[in-house]
């Protein structure tokens, strides 16, 4: 059963973290053949000479975009390429389990009525030591959705969807500042869709400085807790006790970012 995996590259990646990621790609049990690879912007020598050094061993298709136009808007231009029915996301820096697509387009082949299957992850620092070696997240649906009213119940780079999921809930959605994960599972679970988890570790997830920084973004703070109070928990249901987690979400997100990372490691 045939797959695509969808990336976007931006010019701050690390050459070192990306060389990583494509490696983990090629040693994959099950290999995709297709992978959808979109330059949001303009790239760097490095990073250019670090994909082309993979294109002759991985099905690799570039799709360069003029300008940057951020996460959300890229992987829409790159769904537009994506010949397969699965659809596979991944991240530059992060590291795929050399099972991971096997047990999800096995798990999908056994599962028709399930759209979007996730998995669990393990943690990575800037050297690639684990930090945590396990992130758990619910697996049948019904938890997902309870799981959802305090944070988001998959890990997007781990995800596999049918392309049933973006027909039922449309493509990613630009208007919700760094929040693109978040805005689309809601739009999956208000037009019911199917989500799921896999019970196992998938991915290898870099945490890195840049992972608190872009969490103490004011912009993306306050446009995610407007979204999560006023459409999120109202659409679905959440109530009081969903609009307290997000205000929780909101101050933990403006704290230090030492505070942070203590909670991101023991609390999660």
Request: net charge positive; glycine share 4%.
């Amino acid at each position: 059963m045939n797959f695509s995996v969808l990336m976007s590259l931006y010019d701050k990646e690390s050459p070192a973290y990306l060389d990583q990621c494509l490696r983990s790609l090629f040693n994959q049990k099950l290999k995709s053949n297709e992978i959808i690879l979109i330059f949001d912007g303009k790239i760097n020598l490095e990073l250019e000479k670090t994909v082309s050094n993979w294109m002759d061993l991985l099905p690799i298709k570039i799709i360069r975009l003029e300008k940057n136009v951020g996460l959300a808007s890229a992987l829409n231009v790159g769904l537009n390429f994506c010949n397969n029915e699965l659809v596979a996301r991944m991240d530059t820096d992060d590291i795929c389990e050399y099972d991971r697509f096997d047990k999800q387009v096995n798990y999908l082949r056994k599962n028709p009525n399930i759209d979007i299957v996730g998995m669990w992850v393990s943690e990575i620092d800037e050297s690639g030591n684990i930090i945590k070696e396990l992130v758990k997240y619910p697996l049948k649906h019904s938890d997902l959705l309870h799981f959802f009213s305090r944070r988001d119940p998959l890990a997007h780079p781990t995800v596999m969807f049918r392309k049933s999921f973006f027909k039922k809930a449309g493509n990613y959605p630009t208007t919700i500042s760094l929040a693109e994960d978040t805005a689309l599972w809601y739009a999956g679970f208000f037009n019911n869709c199917t989500f799921a988890n896999i019970p196992c570790v998938g991915l290898r997830f870099r945490r890195t400085t840049n992972f608190y920084k872009r969490r103490s973004n004011f912009r993306k703070t306050i446009d995610l807790l407007r979204f999560r109070l006023t459409t999120i928990n109202r659409n679905l249901g959440y109530g009081l006790k969903g609009d307290i987690y997000a205000i929780l979400y909101f101050l933990i997100s403006l704290s230090p970012n030492l505070i942070k990372k203590f909670l991101y490691t023991y609390l999660r």
